[in-house]
């Protein structure tokens, strides 16, 4: 492993969580119990949701969401290109088909509403969200076009706990809001992840299959409450634990410092880059409360990304892509057709992107030293290769 001088990310986890766990583990119960139902409320009452389900990672928190909903074969979903994989493969496990719509703008990469609405056909199910780095879509428009069309609205939060727009949370809007608690996630338990909705009947439906489509779990005949139990549908196993549990109730109540903490330091870098040329940084005056997971900026056109990210390595700064496009993956172009040019925007996007190094914990001299790297790296990326 590379020794980085400015890694991307890093943890934040403190004596709290090793303390939390270390007094699960001395419980002597470690699975589905008291822990995860305390955290499953806790999340409830912060997202400001009637019904939250702890599972075992984000995407099984997505997958979940496009059950509930109804997903199936035969159905659509519309979904942003500039996300991870796993946003889209929700979709395909349950058999429907992911239908790409384009991102709005260099400045705003979030779901074109406008392009969601010609995505439409009669086919379409759901349109999954992604409050991308963790700044809100306009979910305004989202939902406004999601009722005139009778279609049900998931969000893909992962990179927003925390996030809000006009006094909601991010992942309260749509009918089905998904949470990573990922490694590198504002709040992370290692893998983990959490399903919230307001919807009483998806949320029996989730409780169901997220163990088994039994109808009794084991913590309720261990209370007492239940004799038996009956299966009505093939469900999986999705629960978390409650070591991951009591981790993510101790990261739960750092969040909203550790997002204050991102807020600074992407204000710094903001100063420190904007009049750097052939830097753009997006989401300049995006609305609401941003979560603040991603530092991302934009290289311009022409100028060449790789020697840029080799020229940062060099200096000792680790940075990233997020995303290549999805539709383009071998596996959507194959299946689907998909080629060069259906969602311009967000392949122009995805081509030029670079996520610079974002954590709560991140000294305010390395993004001096980011900024600096920056700097003195662009110049020797004219040439597109
Ligand atoms: C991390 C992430 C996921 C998947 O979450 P896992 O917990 O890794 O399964 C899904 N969507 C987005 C946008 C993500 O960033």
């Not at 009794?216 to 299966?231: E, F, I, N, P």
């Not at 109540?253 to 330091?265: G, I, Q």
């Not at 390595?313 to 990233?320: A, L, R, V």
Request: glycine fraction near 8%; aromatic fraction near 8%; include cysteine.
């Amino acid at each position: 492993m590379m020794d980085w001088k400015v890694p991307l990310a890093d943890l934040d986890l403190t004596g709290a969580e090793t303390d939390a766990v270390a007094e699960t583990l001395r419980s002597g119960w470690i699975a589905m119990g008291p822990r995860t139902r305390e955290f499953e409320r806790q999340f409830a009452e912060y997202a400001g949701v009637r019904h939250a389900f702890a599972v075992a990672n984000g995407t099984a928190a997505l997958h979940l969401a496009h059950l509930a909903a109804g997903c199936g074969p035969g159905d659509e979903v519309i979904c942003p290109a500039l996300t991870f994989v796993a946003t889209a493969n929700a979709a395909l496990y349950t058999g429907a088909t992911p239908v790409f719509a384009d991102s709005r703008s260099p400045d705003d990469f979030n779901l074109d509403p406008r392009d969601v609405e010609r995505k439409l056909t009669p086919r379409t199910k759901a349109v999954t969200v992604v409050h991308y780095a963790g700044y809100p879509c306009d979910m305004e428009a989202i939902l406004s076009l999601a009722s005139r069309h009778g279609i049900a609205v998931i969000e893909d939060a992962a990179h927003a706990p925390g996030a809000a727009l006009g006094g909601r949370m991010a992942g309260a809007f749509g009918d089905l809001g998904c949470f990573s608690f990922f490694a590198n996630k504002n709040l992370t338990t290692g893998e983990g992840g959490m399903v919230v909705t307001n919807n009483d009947e998806f949320a029996e439906k989730i409780m169901r299959i997220r163990s088994h489509g039994m109808t009794t779990l084991t913590w309720d005949r261990h209370k007492g409450h239940a004799y038996s139990y009956d299966v009505v549908e093939p469900g999986f196993n999705y629960r978390i634990d409650e070591i991951r549990s009591a981790l993510g109730m101790v990261q739960l109540r750092n969040l909203d410092a550790n997002n204050a903490a991102r807020k600074s330091r992407t204000d710094r870098y903001r100063t420190l880059l904007q009049d750097v040329p052939g830097i753009s940084i997006p989401f300049e005056s995006a609305p609401g409360k941003s979560a603040h997971h991603l530092f991302p900026i934009l290289l311009g056109e022409g100028l060449d990304r790789r020697g840029f990210m080799d020229g940062m390595k060099e200096k000792g700064i680790q940075t990233s892509i997020h995303y290549p496009a999805v539709h383009l993956f071998s596996l959507y172009r194959r299946r689907f057709g998909h080629a060069e040019g259906m969602l311009p925007v967000a392949e122009s996007i995805a081509s030029r992107e670079v996520t610079l190094p974002m954590f709560p914990t991140l000294p305010m001299e390395s993004i001096q030293t980011v900024a600096d790297a920056a700097r003195a790296v662009l110049p020797q990326c004219r040439e597109s290769t």
